[in-house]
């Protein structure tokens, strides 16, 4: 399931021809990228556009949200290292100490919502043990 590409419908801008646009994200330098892509079956247009670093357009995330579902960031143990967490926390999601503190709070429990690829960077940038971790399919 997670292998199939997200679709947003749209029209050519070459011709105007209804096309199936795919869309996903993925993974690269520790942020998360995302690519759409299409080619027209009517002109032959092919069109890919990415980007990382900055956040997935509005538009892309909803469709992969959708067809792939939301999931859930779901921490199973209290943490035993709260400074190295609560650092890990804030640079993976831009906290302030505040923000971080209160997210730390949620543990043992669910810390995020979103969509798979986010959940699985999540896990990486906070290096807890992947026994303490459950990444769960909520939608
Ligand atoms: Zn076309």
Redesign the pocket.
Known sequence: MLNEMAVMRDI?A????K?DIHVKQYIVNDTIAWSEAYS?T????EVVSDDWGDPTPNEVRKAILEQEGEWEFFVLKPVENKAQILKNLRSALNLTLQGASSLLKKIPGVLMVGTFQEMLLLKKLLALPDENITINRTK
């Not at 070459?14 to 021809?17: F, H, L, P, Y």
């Not at 009517?42 to 247009?45: D, F, V």
């Open positions: 050519c070459s011709c105007g021809e096309v027209c009517k002109c032959g247009n």
